[in-house]
């Protein structure tokens, strides 16, 4: 692996799957009712998110597409999409049906341990220490949702059972995700800064994607009418404004902090800023998804609402709340890897309260008028950052052009 190394294609193939799984998330808060259906998908979102981190950091360290990587890569696929279609019944299965529950955490465990191994495989000369830091984590982790899964078979009631496996699986994440923040994993690396962000880049690319695809499939059984050509539209518009505000100064801030940073900086910016950060980014984007459901134009009947009818309060908070999300993750993000950029946050800031803000108000007002509104406040947030942003934009794109053409230090020959 090299400064200048790309995402592999073998990556790009494992994060097509998530395209399902970023989904499945979202059809999994619609299919629970109310508060529990969410708290359900973000915490599935977490764990899955986790292990998308692991092969991203691993994935900068041995090139996806060479031998032992690519065949694991391969591997961990199928493994994943498997766990994916079991996420509906994460918590609780279908009666009638197989022990799915017990399948998403079989299938859990073995992308773990593939991963595992091919971390060893590409740190030799590990010690018996090192090797404890890498498999205690996931061993409990496992052992935690393994518990979670049974609970529902257990003699506990209904409502105990819930209760622990909610439980259960926060102390997973807490594992999981301390581990990452308190050990000392060793030989923890960025090897490629491209590599890094263009693969965190990209897995926002599907997220986004996400969000078109659910308000395709949301309105895919509709009859055409101006309110359903509207509300996709609109659906279009905050999506692409979130695209925009990602992509036009903070992709580059990424990247360009993290090659001007030492190897140990590199490490801590790269664990705060993408590991971490990034997942109430994507969670704010899933939860748009979910509010997007909620409106009426784009799902008829499903929820007995009239077409003039407000969000539920639900679909209020998903919708707003989550680019609100967004919109603070994000400006925690640019803040995080680049002091000269922090006066440039504020309109994120500025926007996430506004929406907040606005959450009430939206109640007395049609669904398709919330959309409407939360369109304008995404496109002129993302429309005064570009103005405010256009020295500090081209002073990057220009230092990331240089060092292209030049990446060990010498002038273009």
């Known amino acids: 692996m090299t400064e200048q190394s790309r995402v592999a294609t073998e990556e790009l193939f494992l994060d097509v799957v998530f395209v399902f799984a970023f989904i499945q998330v979202t059809t999994l808060m619609t299919a629970e009712a109310g508060e529990l259906g969410v708290l359900h998908g973000l915490l599935v979102l977490t764990i899955l998110w986790w292990s998308w981190s692991l092969f991203a950091w ?23 999409f498997v766990l994916t279609v079991t996420i509906s019944e994460a918590f609780t299965d279908v009666p009638g049906g197989t022990d799915t529950s017990l399948a998403f955490v079989a299938c859990f465990a073995a992308v773990r341990v593939l991963y595992l191994a091919l971390r060893i495989y590409a740190t030799p000369g590990l010690r018996r ?15 935690l949702l393994l518990i979670a899964a049974l609970l529902p078979r257990s003699a506990l009631g209904a409502d105990q ?101 030492d190897q140990a900086r590199r490490v801590t910016l790269a664990r705060d800023g993408y590991t971490y950060l990034h997942l109430p980014m994507i969670a704010g984007i899933i939860l748009l998804a979910l509010g997007l459901k909620h409106v009426p134009s784009l799902v008829g009947d499903a929820h007995a609402y009239r077409r003039g009818d407000p969000l539920d309060s639900l679909g209020r908070y998903a919708m707003y709340g989550g680019v609100a999300l967004f919109m603070l993750a994000h400006a925690a993000f640019q803040w995080r890897l680049s002091r000269a950029a922090r006066a440039l946050v504020w309109p994120r800031v500025f926007a996430a309260i506004l929406l907040v803000a606005l959450i009430p108000v939206i109640a ?26 256009r020295p500090e934009r081209r002073r990057l794109r220009e230092a990331l052009s240089e ?11």
């Open 58 to 80: 691993l994935g900068n360290r041995a090139q996806a597409s060479y031998g032992m990587s690519r065949l694991v890569i391969l591997s961990v696929t199928p493994i994943m």
């Open 129 to 143: 220490v090192d090797l404890a830091a890498l498999t205690v984590p996931m061993v409990v982790a496992v052992a």
């Open 161 to 261: 059972a819930r209760a622990g496996q909610v439980v259960l699986w926060l102390l997973a994440i807490i594992v999981d995700y301390g581990a990452g923040q308190v050990l000392r994993v060793p030989e923890r690396q960025i090897f490629s800064a491209r590599h890094w962000a263009e693969r965190h880049n990209l897995i926002m690319i599907v997220a986004l994607g996400e969000v078109l695809v659910s308000v395709g499939i949301a309105g895919g059984d509709e009859p055409g009418s101006p309110g359903l050509i509207i509300a996709s539209a609109l659906a279009v518009v905050v999506a692409g404004a979130l695209e925009w505000i990602y992509f036009d100064l903070s992709a580059l801030i990424g990247e360009r902090a993290l090659r001007g940073a």
């Open 364 to 389: 007395r007002r049609s669904a398709l008028a919330a959309l409407a509104w939360l369109s304008v406040i995404c496109v002129v947030t993302a429309v005064i950052e570009f103005f405010l942003s």
């Open 403 to 413: 060092e292209d053409e030049c990446p060990n230090g010498e002038p273009p020959t």
